[in-house]
């Protein structure tokens, strides 16, 4: 279920300066779904309390991180629709990139296809 993130975060914020569209840490580069992915990461999970110290941010902040996260909000489904749409037109999924690991060039009409509105 995707929902729409309406809540008022204590530590959460948009980034104007970044293309996704998902809530950050408050004056931070870090997105929120990075530490949610700490936390889900299914070989090696790491508690609230780990990632918090590792990344020198408030507990809470990490916390509120999850829960935002897990309400499934439809800026982090579109902001990853938008990845897989670029990896795609540059050739990052194809078989052979590991081996040649040079994405194909986009045009800049090409590229404005990706950037949100």
């Not at 300066?17 to 992915?37: D, E, H, N, W």
């Not at 090696?44 to 110290?53: D, L, S, V």
């Amino acid at each position: 279920m995707i929902t729409n993130t309406t809540t008022n975060w204590k530590y959460l914020e948009p980034n104007a300066k970044s293309l996704y569209r998902q809530l950050f840490i408050k004056g931070t580069r870090v997105r929120a779904r990075v530490l949610y992915g700490m936390y889900m990461n299914a070989e090696a999970p790491m508690t609230p309390e780990e990632i918090a110290e590792d990344y020198e941010l408030p507990l809470e902040a990490v916390r509120e991180a999850i829960a935002y996260c897990g309400s499934n909000p439809v800026e982090i489904a579109e902001d990853q629709a938008r990845d897989n749409a670029l990896m795609e037109a540059t050739g990052m999924n194809d078989d052979e990139y590991k081996s040649h690991a040079r994405p194909r060039l986009l045009s800049a009409q090409e590229m404005a296809q990706f950037n949100p509105s």
